[in-house]
């Protein structure tokens, strides 16, 4: 009698075993993706934040009487104070005609006006985000930059440098990343403005030699948001990603 029954029992199990594994896997990949979702939703707004709290600074620096003087020597002291209270950027005024000066080296001896993101400042945009390699420091850097406006016209701009390396570092520590999962931003362009692995910024990712990164690539700058798979170092990787309404960037958590 017991024999019958264990047969019986192990016959069930044989039938339902690979349902059930099949039902776990599934909630495993549902609480991968929403994890990725979360760490995405995280990566976004972090940078975003970052890079917004720059602007907001910077509109009310160009408001003052002493950004407004249109002095350097007046609006020197102010923005050394505030370049001094904020870690991985370096602060900048520049004139109409492209002439400028920063906080750690005075006036330069080259000019603004032949960056592609000028005329638009003279004309009164906000520059959020802009891919650069920085003219006094030569390092990769994301614009912010605000007009400073006397009777509604452009009298100059200020503007700040922001170093990627750097806040990739600060992203990666807010993150708090395991080693099997990695970040990284791409502008509108294809350059990768942000990685973890910060040597990859200003790559182009569609020019690193796989065909499924390449179409994935180009599949995240084409859509708002999504998720995408591709091969790259010899292993298949997962993206989801999503774009930044301030930078334009698309951001992507990587998983394998």
């Known amino acids: ?30 609480h991968a993706q929403d994890s990725a979702q979360s760490l ?24 003052t009487t002493e950004a407004e003087s249109l002095s350097w020597q007046k609006m020197e002291s102010l923005l050394s104070g505030y370049q001094k209270s904020t870690n991985g950027l370096i602060v900048w005024f520049v004139q109409p ?3 400028y000066f920063t906080i ?23 520059i959020d985000g802009e891919l650069v390699i920085s003219k006094s420091t030569g390092k990769r ?15 100059g701009a200020i503007g700040a440098s922001v170093f990627l390396e750097v806040l990739a570092e600060q992203v990666s520590a807010a993150l708090a990343l395991s080693a099997d999962i990695s970040f990284f931003a791409l502008a509108p362009n294809g350059l990768t403005a ?46 989801v990603y999503r774009e930044s309404p301030l930078t334009q960037w698309k951001f992507a958590i990587v998983f394998e």
């Open 194 to 239: 942000l990685h973890k692995k910060t040597n990859r910024e200003f790559l182009d990712p569609r020019d690193l030699g796989s065909a499924t990164l390449k179409k994935a690539a180009n599949e995240m700058l084409s859509n708002s948001a999504g998720s995408t798979t591709y091969d790259f170092d010899s292993v298949t990787k997962k993206a």
């Open 141 to 155: 850097s994301a614009i912010i930059a605000v007009p400073i406006l006397e009777g509604g016209k452009v009298v």
């Open 40 to 63: 995405l939703a995280a990566f976004s707004s972090y940078t975003d934040l970052r890079l917004l709290s720059i602007q907001q600074s910077l509109k009310i620096l160009a408001s």
């Open 97 to 99: 005609d492209g002439t």
């Open 1 to 30: 009698m017991f024999r019958k029954y264990y047969l019986s029992f192990f016959a069930l199990f044989m039938l339902v075993a690979p349902q059930l594994g099949a039902a776990q896997a599934a909630d495993m990949r549902d």
């Open 104 to 126: 750690d080296e005075g006036k330069m001896g080259v000019k603004l006006s032949d960056r592609s993101y000028f005329s638009s400042l003279m004309s009164g945009s906000v």
